[in-house]
Nanobody, 126 residues
């Protein structure tokens, strides 16, 4: 079993930056895909950035491209999301997710992720 805990959520002004952290505990050696997702009330949870798979590929999804950076520190079982140039439309609950299935590349399909954190709220004001 794996537990994921997000931190770093906050309220910021538009144009500001935040770094979200995700601490993984439990049997983390088996994790193959990890990533960040976000959700606003009334909308589907969407993938923001993913990392892992046999290709060790990093993937970004609109609108994270060019502004957000995903990174890992496997020695500390940490996953990060650096968010720059934040916009009001980035306001959402951000979730860390992970899965153990070995894939060539990690995909933006919610059902493929077995483990989820409780979320960290990011609020961007104009």
């Amino acid at each position: 079993q794996v537990q994921l805990v997000e931190s770093g959520g906050d309220s910021v002004q538009a144009g500001g930056s935040l770094r979200l952290s995700c601490t993984a505990s439990g049997y983390t050696d088996g994790l193959r895909c990890m990533g960040w997702w976000r959700q606003v009330p009334g909308k589907e949870r969407e993938a923001v950035a993913l990392v892992g798979g046999t290709s060790s590929k990093t993937r970004y999804f609109e609108p994270a491209e060019g502004r957000f950076t995903i990174s890992q520190d496997k020695s500390k079982n940490m996953l990060y999301l650096q968010m720059n140039g934040l916009k009001p439309e980035d306001t959402a609950m951000y979730y860390c997710a992970a899965d153990e299935e070995l894939r060539f590349a990690c995909g933006p399909f919610r059902d493929e992720y077995k483990y989820w954190g409780q979320g960290a709220q990011v609020t961007v004001s104009s």
